[in-house]
């Protein structure tokens, strides 16, 4: 074959690099990892391949196995991230870590069937497609023993998504699929990198649609460790959609916090309700608990949905808790000073109310997240 003719593939084989990596997210997976990687140099005889295994400070000691791996099996690699979360995020810099022309992400838990990777790789090599999926939801694809509220959670996520993918995808929630690394580089930037679902992430971000297969696979029940799917992860899934509508003109995160700062209103108003007329307590009695019981309930919801990926906690969630306190305080007098500001010069009352709330939220938000959750940017 003459160089000229040679694709990016051949290139990189003639190199001496692999030609597929495949990026695997980890959080506490001790006992599926070597598991793992027997099934794929079972499945991938034929490619040069690697793994690379980004994992989230396991406290189960994942990365120290996947180390112990990586010393006598050159194909495995760990990128290990300390005090950060996130499937999509996970993926995204695992990718970045790598150089093959093509790229798998699939699940470190056995449930994504790894014996499609060739089909895939060999779809994605034929020069027309960008990215090739594993579908549970096409014709000979299945969810395997999923119990009927997981599926009806992924059906309805599913549904939601056509809000920003405008592809004829059957399984946008998917977490197996192979794409052409230039493909990434093109969409890296735009992606948001937030919660589970970077599959739909890529899709709604890339810069032109996006030539696909879907594939079917059957999911297999997870071999050992538990799930990581929780109520926060819904959340995360609301937010990665949110942040595509509206990402271009507001940090997602201040959404976030204004829908949190919404939700704290309703707790106040139920605790002053309950301190006046269930406790007898005097207005000003009740109004200061409603306070503390509001911000207190905006401070662990921000910490579990906001922060998730920069959770704080033990006596860091304290010494955060403290500063929250402190800077939501300082927010309130000033919410207080610019609305009697505005209202003084005759501007109508609720302009003035509602211009002091804004700015209020504006510095609860930038301050707490400069001195709560130590982030310099949204
Ligand atoms: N690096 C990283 N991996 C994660 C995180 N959460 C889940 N994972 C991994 O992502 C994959 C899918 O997660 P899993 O809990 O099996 O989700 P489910 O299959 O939807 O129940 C598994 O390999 C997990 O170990 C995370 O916050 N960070
Ligand atoms: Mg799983």
């Known amino acids: 074959m003459k160089l000229e003719d040679m694709n990016e593939s051949d290139m990189s084989c003639l190199r001496g690099g692999p030609e597929l990596s495949v990026v695997v997210p980890t959080y506490n997976e001790r006992d599926n990892v070597a598991e793992l990687v027997r099934l794929l140099d079972l499945a991938l005889p034929a490619i040069d391949w690697e793994v690379i295994f980004v994992d989230d400070d396991s406290s189960d000691g994942t990365a120290d196995v996947i180390r112990q791996m990586a010393q006598t099996n050159g194909r495995v690699r760990c990128l290990q991230r300390i005090g950060r979360r996130g499937l999509s995020s996970a993926c995204i810099e ?157 940090p997602i995160r201040f959404v976030s916090f204004l829908i949190i700062g919404c939700f704290g209103v309703v707790v106040h108003m139920l605790v002053l309700v309950a301190g006046l007329k269930g406790l007898n307590l005097t207005f000003d009695w009740a109004q200061g608990i409603a306070t503390g019981v509001a911000m207190t309930a905006n401070f662990v919801l921000n910490n579990v949905l906001t922060y998730r990926d920069h959770r704080l906690k033990g006596w860091k969630a304290l010494r955060g808790l403290i500063t929250f306190y402190a800077a939501c305080g300082l927010g309130a007098v000033a919410n207080v000073g610019i609305a009697s500001a505005i209202f003084e010069r005759h501007y109508e009352w609720w302009l003035a109310g509602i211009a002091g709330i804004g700015i209020g939220a504006v510095w609860n938000y930038a301050a707490t997240a400069v001195f709560t959750w130590n982030r310099k940017q949204g």
């Open 94 to 250: 695992g990718i970045l870590s790598s150089s093959a022309p093509y790229v798998a992400v699939m699940d470190a838990d056995l449930q994504h069937d790894e014996r499609v990777l060739p089909t895939m790789l060999a779809e994605l090599k034929k020069g027309d497609l960008d990215i090739v999926i594993g579908s549970r939801y096409v014709q000979g694809g299945g969810i395997g023993d999923w119990q009927a509220d997981r599926a009806k959670m992924s059906r309805f996520a599913t549904w939601l998504s056509n809000i920003v993918v405008h592809a004829d995808l059957k399984d946008p929630m998917s977490g197996l699929f192979m794409v052409r690394r230039t493909v990434f580089m093109e969409t890296v930037r735009n992606l948001s990198g937030i919660g589970f679902k970077i599959l739909l992430d890529l899709f709604a971000s890339a810069p032109h649609r996006l030539a696909f297969v879907e594939i079917p696979y059957s999911f297999r029940a997870r071999a050992a460790g538990e799930s990581k799917l929780d109520s926060a992860v819904m959340w995360d899934y609301l937010m990665l959609l949110l942040d595509k509508l509206l990402g271009h003109y507001v």
